[in-house]
Structure formats: C-alpha cells, structure tokens
C-alpha cells in the first residue's frame, strides 16, 4: 500500500445509516403514539371479566398489559394487528409492551417520544415489567429515569428488586412451588431430521436417567457400535424409550381404511404427498406433518429401517374430492382434508396448525351450507369467535383462497402464499395500498339465531 496515499473514508455512508435509523425510529414512535391514541378510544370497562356488550355480542376486553393497565376491545385489536401487519399472537404483545411503557412506565415512554431510548429497548424493558404489579412497575420506572444507561443484567437485578421489596409473597410462593416447574421437553423437528431436549428434573431422577443411558451407551460401544459416546448416548435414549411403547394389534379400521402393522416400539404415521416432480425429481423431498417440516427421502427411510417401527398404511387422499355428509357435524375425515389443503388458520396472518382449529361452516349449515370439505373452512377458536360475533367476514372465490373484510372495511387476502392487503376494487390481487371499502352490515334477522345454529 502506497503509505502517501490516505485510506477511503466511509464517513458518508456511516453518515447515511445513522440518518435512516433516526429515521426508522421517529417513524415507530408515530406509530407507538397512534397506538397509544388507539388503545385510549378502544377501553372495555364493566363488571365480572370487564365485558361489555357490543351489536348484541359479548366483546370483552383482554389485559395485554400489566396490572393497572387498561383493558382493550378483543376484537378492535384483531382489526389493528391485521392492518399493522403481524402475526395475532406477535402483534398482540408488540401492542401490549406498546401499552405497558404509556400507561405503566412513563418514565420509559418519554424517553422514547424524546428520542433519548431506542424503541426496541424499551420493549424489552416491557417484557421483563409485565408480570410486575404496578408498585414495582412503578419503582423500575422510577429508577429508569435515564434507561439508555442501564444494561440488561443491571435491569435484571432492578426488577428483582422490585419483586422483593413490593411483592414479597410472590417470592415465597415461587420458592415453595418451584419443584412444579420440572418439565421435559422435545422441540420441533429442525431441517435435518434432529429435534432438542430440555427438561428439569429432580435430582434423584435426573442422576438414575443419567445412569441408565450410561450403561446402555457402554453396552452398546461394546456390541460394536464405533459411534463418539454422545452419539451413543443419544442413541441409548431413544432405546429406552422404544422399550416402553405398547404393543397394538393388526386391525384394520373400518371407517378409513387404515392398516396398522404392528411391532412393540416406534409408531409412524408417513403421509406422501404426490405432485408432478415427486416420481421424477432427482432428489425427492418428503413433508413430515407433525412436525411440519420437509425432510429427506434418506431420512425416510431410516425412520422405517429402524427396529421396532409400526407403518401405518392409509388411503390415497384426493383433495379434490366432494365428500359431503348430511348432518352438521364435521367428520373427522373432512377435518383431515381441509388440514392438509389449508396447513393453518386462515385469518389474516395467523398460523395456528390447522389440526388445532376449528371448522367453520364458510356458509351457514343454517342457511342450507353443505357439510363438505368446500364449505369448511380451518379458524383457530379466537378467529372463530371473531367471525362469528363481529364484523370480520370472509368471501371464498377461489379454493383454499379467502378474502377477509374488516370492520372498518380492511381487506386481506389469505392464501397458500401469506396474507396481502387488497385494494378498494373487486380484484384480488394483492397491493400496498389500504383504501376501506363500506363494513359488511348484519341483519338484525341473521343477528338473533347465528350464534345458536352456526357451527
């Protein structure tokens, strides 16, 4: 390097990311303020459950934040989440912290509207003062007078703090109670076939478990197995568990058709899922449903060389299919069509499993709607209960595609693609812009027997 010449400066460019993170925050405190304009317009008072009746349905108010904090429309807020552009569960506690900080730290939200405390550090300062009640709230609101000087484990403490000095018998209690907190967890299945455990145990059983993969592992690096010892030990886990698994037997099932081959140990449920690549592709990929996840054909078919694995055997599902019933009670069968057609809740960004849901009757069983496959549509019971009790109303014009409409005239099209806002015209395709279109109208006829006879 030429020592008479001077290094490229990068000043500007630095300069430029400042200025657009400057900006990036004055545009979220506007929207904090417009939140917090938001919540004050949509309190619910009343008595037992701060419920209030709303067009003849109950709309009760939900505490997304602390103790003291107000009480906001349940479905005023299913409206806000759609529109500020997030998942149910993530934009009710963004809007939750959003409250937390204007309502319970004030400290903490001025310091924000003054551009003295970053937005996203303030919410975490709300997620730790959630569970506080609102004497505590208050004495860490206090003490963050100037929060942008305060780290994370200096807060930890500060909110420890609090607990003890206005909530003594919350303390106790967790002390009392903490053997009730032992778990043991598997999480989701990750992109190579692996899951995680977690678990608290007591110490007892946790040293007589650590003893008995112990051995197994031992025994099985003597019978030849060259795998590294964790290796081994996971492996001896999972024989334990095999070794408990219950004995069935080789019935068919005379309702769906499933035959179940039998042996004591691991039971798999392999649903293939047939498209115009699966036979011709160079690398087939299988969809496990559980675990909702792709994995390998390699995968596969370790999973059915393993010892002591039942197959279960099903019928082709053509999702094509019209399999109306007369009654209005679902079948399970249609609940495992429209699971697989539809994967998830099909309310403006949410993503509840479709198996967890509901099944709405897109039109009314009431009003002659067919108890078929077409005519169901996956809600989880939150969205179930919006489209049943407020303005939220969905249009069908295509399979497996929806269009939702507000109540104050939103519209969002859900499809195997996401959620996209629509504009104010009878196209559905999706677009940026947000122009509300006249709120559906429910009739005061539709209105008195909907709730009873709508499934």
């Not at 003062?129 to 500060?158: I, K, P, Y």
């Not at 009431?366 to 108890?371: D, F, I, L, Y």
């Not at 595609?401 to 499809?415: A, E, H």
């Amino acid at each position: 390097m030429d020592l008479g010449t001077r290094p490229r400066t990068t000043a500007p460019l630095l300069s430029r990311v400042g200025d657009r993170i400057r900006s990036r925050n004055a545009l979220i405190i506007e929207e904090w303020e417009d939140i917090t304009a938001w919540a004050s317009g949509h309190i619910v008072t009343g008595p037992v459950g701060a419920a209030t009746i709303t067009e003849g349905y109950l709309d009760t108010g939900v505490p997304i934040a602390g103790a003291g904090a107000p009480l906001v429309s349940e479905f005023a807020l299913m409206e806000l989440v759609a529109v500020l552009g997030r998942s149910p569960d993530g934009g009710k506690a963004y809007v939750g912290r959003v409250i937390e900080c204007a309502w319970r730290l004030p400290n903490v939200y001025d310091a924000v509207a003054a551009g003295r405390l970053a937005p996203w550090r303030a919410e975490r300062i709300a997620d730790l003062t959630h569970g506080l009640c609102a004497e505590a709230a208050s004495f860490v609101d206090r003490q963050l007078f100037n929060a942008s000087g305060v780290g994370w484990a200096q807060l930890e403490r500060l909110v420890a703090e609090a607990i003890l000095r206005f909530d003594p018998e919350r303390v106790e209690a967790e002390r009392q109670n903490a053997a009730d907190h032992r778990h043991f967890d598997i999480s989701d299945v990750d992109e190579r076939g692996l899951v995680h455990l977690d678990g608290l145990l007591d110490a007892a059983d946790g040293h007589d478990l650590d003893q008995a993969v112990a051995r197994r592992a031992e025994v099985l690096g003597r019978l030849g197995d060259d795998s590294t010892l964790d290796v081994r030990r996971s492996k001896a886990a999972a024989e334990l568990a095999r070794h408990d698994l219950a004995l069935d037997l080789l019935l068919p099932d005379p309702d769906t058709g499933e035959v179940v081959a039998t042996v004591p140990g691991r039971r798999v449920v392999l649903n293939v899922h047939i498209t115009d690549t699966t036979l011709t592709g160079h690398n087939p990929v299988g969809r496990w449903d559980e675990g909702r996840c792709p994995i390998t054909t390699a995968q596969i078919q370790e999973w059915l060389r393993a010892r002591h694995t039942t197959v279960i055997v099903r019928p082709v599902i053509d999702l094509t299919d019209h399999v109306p019933v007369t009654a209005g009670e679902i079948p399970e069968r249609h609940k495992t069509r429209v699971a697989l057609r539809d994967h998830t809740c099909r309310f403006p960004h949410c993503t509840r499993p479709a198996t967890r849901c509901d099944l709405d009757h897109a039109k009314p069983y009431s009003q002659g709607g067919p108890t078929c496959p077409c005519n169901e549509v996956p809600l989880c019971r939150r969205h179930h209960r919006a489209k049943t009790h407020s303005l939220w109303r969905y249009e069908t014009p295509m399979p497996a595609t929806y269009v939702w409409t507000s109540p104050n005239g939103f519209r969002f099209r859900v499809d195997h693609r996401g959620t996209h806002p629509l504009r104010d015209t009878s196209d559905t395709s999706p677009t940026d812009e947000w122009r509300p279109r006249p709120a559906p109208r429910r009739t005061s006829r539709l209105r008195g027997h909907r709730h009873a006879r709508e499934r």
